[in-house]
Structure formats: C-alpha cells, structure tokens
C-alpha cells in the first residue's frame, strides 16, 4: 500500500470560533502531509443580501463591492493564531456555499475538506440540512468533520494516534480502511476496526445460534479484508445501533479520529447512509468520511 498523500487541503471559514478550531486541525494535518492549505469564504449573492433594501442599481453595486472588499480583508486577517507559521492561499467566492465549496473541490484538485459541523451564515445548518449533505454527495474528495472541533487543542497537542476504522463490508469498506491504515502508518499509534450488528429482542437458542453464525461469517470476511491491506488492528464485533457503537468505543479508546465510509457521489453507503448524520454529531472526537 502506497504511502497516503494529501496535496491540497480546503478550510471553508465563516469567521466562527468553529472555524479557528477548524484551522488547527487542518494545519496540523498539512503540517505533517506537507500539504498546500485553501481558505474559502463563500459570500451571499448580492439579490439575497440587499434584497430588502429599496436601492437604485448603482448605489447597490458599490455597497456590495464595498461589501466583498471588506470580506476579502476580514479574511486576509483571519486565523493570523491558528495558522502562524504556515503559508496559506485565501479565496472569497460569492454563491451558495455547499455548491461553492464542491465547485471549487472539483476544480483546484483538492485532496481533503476540513470544516466544522456547524457554525454562522451559511454554514448555520450544517449536518442538519442541505449544505452538509451536498458537501458529502457531491465532493469526490474525504471530508473531515468534528461536532466538537471548538474544543480542539492547540496545533502542537493534536494527536491522531488512536484511530477508529467503521466497516460494514459494503464497496466503499476498503477505502475507509485503506485511509485508516494509512493515517495510522503516518501517525502511528493503535487502529481499532468496528463492525456493529443489529441486535434483536428474541435472545432465544436458535437466534444466539444465528447471531454466532453471522458473527462468525464477519469476522472471517472482515479478517480477509484487513489482510488484504496489510492492517494490523484490533477487530470488534458488537450488537447495538451503529452510531451509539462507534461513539461509545471511540470515546473509551480516546480516539484521535473515526473513519467512516462513504459512496462516491452517492452519499453515505451500507447502514451508515441512515447513520452518518448521528455518528458525526456524536462522536467524541473528529470524522472523516471518504
């Protein structure tokens, strides 16, 4: 398995506290992976943000160029803490923001989007609505979340060392796993893989006699799926709802990050379409799905 690369990292901003927590875990990871790091700020079009006002076209435009002059000098200043150090590119855009945030996915070549999962302006609803969904439909790349990301630490104590891999052997199970091992190689440390079944009601002989069976039936393919990938890893198997699973163990493993996967502009695949939402608003420590 090839090392893992990461060329080109995007850090969507909307000037929150989410996003300075944001810009920390993203320098650290282009730290390490030596990577060229984007600051995007996506502006409201100008018929949303002045559309109340009863102003000639004229006076319209300059107020909303003065409007984006400013921005683009909010956003040179922004972050000066969090990424001290480290040489940024900084680009204001003007549409809606999951789109502009694909968009210019697609076109700069961009390796991994780093954002927080909620914040102020457009990015208010994020995981709750259209603009996350969008950003994981659409964007071919890995996005990197976090529920908590405001209580990051400083860029010096980021740690992703102890990694948490969610397989649920459908198609895009190797690609999580092939991230994981290689976040793992890169940062060393411990790579715990997690396959979680649905449990049942009925603890009768003849379904603890199925239940064994199944798990039996994972535990050899997931056996020969990691093999396949040269991970060394610790395997679990445990009943109970997905995200409840994957976030009690991340949190008891103090995990430094979740991988999860998903399908390529499809969304989230397997059982984690109807998951993903809730293991990333609950997990204890950031996600990346890919």
Known sequence: MKSLAIAKILL???FSEQSAAAARQAKALACHFHSELTLLHVMTPMRYEFSGLELGGPVLAEMYTNCAEQLRKELKDSLACELKDIETRRVVMEGEAAREIVHYTHTHGIGLIVMPTHGYGPFRRLLLGSVAAKV?????????????LEEA??????????????????PQSCKALEWAIGMQKEFG??????????GSQNTGHAEEGRRQLMES???EDLGRLMQRHGAQAELLIEQGDPPRVLCETAGALNAGLLVIGRGSAAGVI???RTNAYAIIRQAPCP???V
């Open 12 to 14: 969507p901003v909307d």
């Open 136 to 148: 994981l439909h659409d964007a071919d790349c890995p996005v990197w979340t976090g529920a908590h």
């Open 153 to 170: 630490p400083s860029t010096e104590s980021i740690s992703f060392r102890d990694i948490v891999c969610a397989v649920d052997l459908g």
């Open 189 to 198: 440390g411990r790579l715990t893989v997690v396959h979680a079944t649905a």
């Open 217 to 219: 039936i994972v535990r």
């Open 270 to 272: 397997g059982r984690l």
């Open 287 to 289: 996600v990346l799905s």
